[in-house]
């Protein structure tokens, strides 16, 4: 097995900075450096939580479609980053009020969760407090696998 602490951070392609620097810094991430991103090198984005995201780019086709979650296709690859909240009721409530459009909502044994795009269709998914979503379908499948 490999010795693994936690994830370092989280590559994401943008087409536009002009766009999506804006978008992350209202969810609360500082924009800690131009690696180059003309060249194809990260913007550095810190959130004060500790999670690290690099915008890549710039993508050079398809901006604003997703790929992975809107072709009818089904291609291998990174589909989304689910983040956990504080709060979904809070969580909620920021995202409608700053005009981001909550494109799936789900409850699943009492952890609330909304997903939202960046403005290149990324998928963020916002989990509500509770048990990791890997505990909660395990133990959904392990209740199934009873009946």
């Known amino acids: 097995m ?3 602490n936690n994830i370092d951070h989280i ?3 943008i087409s536009d900075p002009a766009q ?3 978008f992350y810094e209202l969810l609360g991430f500082d924009l800690l450096a131009d690696g180059g991103f003309g060249a194809g090198h990260p913007l550095v984005m810190l ?12 993508a050079t086709g398809r901006a604003g479609h997703n790929v992975l979650m809107d ?8 589909t989304h ?4 909240v504080k709060s979904a009721e809070d969580t909620r409530s920021f995202v409608e009020a700053q005009g981001i459009t909550i494109t799936e909502k789900r409850s699943f044994r009492g952890t609330e969760t909304i997903f939202i795009r960046d403005p290149d269709g990324n ?6 407090p509770g048990p990791s979503v890997a505990v909660l379908i395990a133990e959904h499948v392990q209740e199934n696998a009873k009946n």
């Open 2 to 4: 490999l010795e693994m």
């Open 11 to 13: 590559g994401i392609r």
């Open 20 to 22: 999506s620097v804006p």
């Open 47 to 58: 959130h004060p939580s500790g999670i690290n995201i690099n915008l890549l780019g710039p």
């Open 71 to 78: 072709e009818r296709e089904k291609f291998p690859g990174i």
């Open 81 to 84: 980053l689910a983040i956990k």
């Open 123 to 128: 998928v963020l998914e916002l989990v509500g």
